[in-house]
């Protein structure tokens, strides 16, 4: 497939949009991980590696 079709399926207006809430929606997902990553490591005193793993 060409960049030319990729190029006409993101000038459509309402792609913009869609990409734009596609974003936002992963942010909660995001937020959770770094929030247990963070507990993790800083609440229950586990390295960052073991945290890592389990947040994967």
Do not use: C, E, T
């Not at 792609?15 to 929606?25: D, F, Q, S, T």
């Not at 390295?47 to 793993?53: H, N, V």
């Amino acid at each position: 497939m060409s960049m030319k079709r990729y190029w006409q399926i993101l000038r459509q207006p309402a792609i913009g949009g869609l990409l734009v809430i596609g974003m936002i929606a992963r942010l909660p997902h995001s937020a959770l991980s770094m929030l247990l990553l963070l507990h993790l490591v800083l609440n229950l005193g586990q390295d960052w590696a073991s945290a890592g793993i389990v947040v994967a």
